[in-house]
């Protein structure tokens, strides 16, 4: 394990589709919101802001998904997002996609790592 690494959840908690996981990064003066979700088998984690304003996307505490389960969405534009790689498909986010961050699957858990400015 990478001395720096942080758990986020276990495997188990991130469900296809299903609800995602809120954990925070290191950012500014402050600690960011982040999520991670499953999609398609894969784990992918993002800043929690919206590509359009800065506003966080859950509808619903750790709500993520579009009713087609297919796309992230930001509750307050309806901007639409690939969970695979965070890209705008659509909406207000014109192009600006989600942020991604360092997320690793191993050994039943997931883990978080943060980035060279952030450790």
């Known amino acids: 394990m990478v001395a720096n690494q942080r758990l986020i959840c276990l495997s ?3 469900i296809d589709g299903g609800a995602g996981v809120r954990f ?3 950012g ?3 600690e960011e919101p982040a999520f991670a979700v ?3 088998g894969r784990v992918a984690a ?3 802001r919206c ?3 800065p506003v966080e996307l859950d509808w619903q505490p750790n709500e993520f998904f579009d009713d087609s389960k297919l796309y992230l969405i930001c509750a307050t534009h309806g901007a639409l997002y690939s969970p695979h790689d965070g890209r705008c498909l659509g909406g207000r986010c014109n192009g ?10 191993r050994d039943g858990a997931i883990y978080y790592t943060p980035s060279e400015q952030e450790a």
């Open 24 to 26: 925070t990064v290191p």
């Open 96 to 105: 600006r996609g989600l942020t991604p961050l360092a997320i690793e699957e």
């Open 46 to 48: 993002y800043l929690n």
């Open 28 to 30: 500014g003066e402050s």
């Open 12 to 14: 188990a908690d991130l």
């Open 51 to 53: 590509g359009h304003v």
């Open 38 to 40: 499953r999609f398609r």
